[in-house]
């Protein structure tokens, strides 16, 4: 696990650009697709805006790519705006030369959502997998929605929401934790471990806790983020809020601060 604190979420946002930006043109001089795992909710709106002003100022092409979500509400039209499929569409997609076609979701409308999730499953296992796969956690330490309880090595399902999400997500819903679907489908966290790179963005004192589990917790389902401890390329980028109650920050600043810069992430 590599954990770099960031001076600004300005910095956070390029330090995942960056990763993203070396990894496709890395498979252009390969002439292999590049395949990215997206997530949604707060902490990688700015990365998306990075990679679209890349894009835009300095023609860095996505047109090769191919994106799997993490999740997606169940029960949402097709034309909610808060579906997640939209926001990715209008947070990333329509900004940059990502083929729509490229890019997919579990289906939260599919009268077996059973079978949906099988479908997805196969699905990233027929791309070849993930190769990078950005993230966020919950203040309960879930990912993706796996929320507090979820097996540690669990597959792409159907999952009910904690109060605590609907509440955290409530922001989107007009401030209406009850309009926030109570099910969802979720890669789990068997699927999320096994992508190539992890990129986990966090911001924020609300993220503290989950934060310090994180990096510096015992594994347990109680704080399912902590599997991401058994990953071979994890980096946890971090503003300082959200690093403030980690014990070794000082470490971790220092071995960034001394890290060779042709190494990247």
């Not at 292999?32 to 860095?60: C, F, I, K, N, Q």
């Not at 966090?202 to 934060?211: D, L, R, S």
Request: proline fraction near 5%.
């Amino acid at each position: 696990m590599e954990v770099v604190i960031c001076d600004s979420h300005a910095s956070q946002a390029r330090l995942a650009a960056d990763a993203v930006e070396r990894l496709v043109r890395d498979r252009a001089t390969q002439d292999r697709d590049v395949v990215l795992g997206l997530a949604t909710g707060s902490s990688p709106l700015a990365v998306y805006d990075e990679l679209a002003r890349r894009h835009t100022e300095e023609g860095l092409s996505l047109a090769h790519a191919r994106a799997f979500l993490l999740d997606e509400y169940v029960g949402l039209p097709a034309d909610h705006p808060e579906r997640y499929r939209a926001v990715i569409d209008r947070e990333l997609v329509r900004r940059v030369d990502l083929d729509p076609a490229a890019v997919h979701g579990p289906d939260g409308a599919a009268e077996d959502l059973t079978a949906a999730c099988a479908d997805y499953e196969a699905a990233i296992a027929a791309a070849g997998g993930v190769d990078l796969q950005l993230l966020g956690i919950g203040t309960d330490g879930h990912v993706a929605f796996n929320e507090p309880g979820s097996s540690l090595g669990s597959r792409t399902r159907l999952k009910t929401l904690t109060s605590q999400t609907r509440q955290d997500n409530a922001r989107f819903f007009g401030g209406r934790p009850e309009a926030v679907p109570p099910h969802v489908l979720t890669q789990g966290l068997g699927t999320i471990l096994e992508a190539r790179h992890l990129v986990l963005l966090a911001q924020g004192t609300a993220k503290g806790e989950a934060v310090r589990e994180l990096v510096e917790g015992a594994v347990s389902a109680r704080w399912p983020a902590t599997v991401l401890q058994h990953h071979p390329h994890l980096t946890v980028l971090l503003d300082e809020d959200a690093a403030g109650r980690l014990e070794l920050a000082d470490h971790y600043r220092e071995a960034w601060a001394t890290k060779p810069a042709w190494q990247g992430l």
